[in-house]
């Protein structure tokens, strides 16, 4: 049963899936078409890999190394969707003060089209080599940590 309460074992997934979220975001940057404009997208990839990692890989652990590297798998590709949706969202935001839609669900509708539009660069080899070499990494650390500090 997992427990509610703060433990090592998700100090260390939000920690090093932190970690995971800045190598992805940088080799995210790398291959965005405007790399300039690419903003706080390193520190905001980071803060989510805070959370996710506490909120998904925490919990995830005790069941063996194996399963952990299978979540660790699993966690670092929800990461990457949640930093893809919120690029997405702060670029729907920062159209939306331009006045540039029509109404709200046009504003809605447009954070799953940038999304789609985006998503490209999550096929890079940097970005999918971190996705499976991080996650695994990341995954391992934690249950190692869950067995260290119980």
Same mark, same amino acid.
């Given at each position: 049963m997992a427990s509610?309460?703060?433990?090592?074992?998700?100090l260390m997934?939000?920690?090093c899936f932190a970690?995971?979220?800045?190598? &992805?975001? #940088?080799?995210?940057?790398? #291959? &965005?078409? +405007?790399?300039?404009?690419a903003g706080p997208i390193r520190e905001g990839a980071a803060?989510? $890999?805070? !959370?996710? $990692?506490?909120?998904? &890989? $925490?919990?995830a652990v005790g069941k063996g190394y194996v399963e952990a590297a299978g979540a660790g798998i699993k966690t670092a590709f929800v990461l990457a969707v949640v930093a893809l949706f919120m690029l997405a969202l702060r670029e729907m935001l920062m159209n939306s003060v331009k006045m540039r839609y029509e109404g709200a669900l046009d504003a809605?509708? +447009?954070? !799953?089209q940038v999304m789609a539009q985006r998503s490209h660069g999550l096929l890079s080899l940097g970005v999918f080599g971190t996705?499976?070499?991080?996650?695994?990494?990341?995954g391992l650390l934690t249950e190692n940590a869950g067995r260290r500090w119980k």
């Open positions: 509610a309460l703060p433990t090592a074992s998700k997934a939000a920690v970690v995971v979220g800045w190598i &992805m975001a #940088n080799y995210y940057a790398m #291959n &965005m078409p +405007d790399a300039s404009a803060v989510i $890999g805070l !959370f996710v $990692g506490w909120a998904v &890989m $925490g919990p809605i509708l +447009d954070v !799953f996705i499976l070499v991080g996650g695994i990494a990341a």
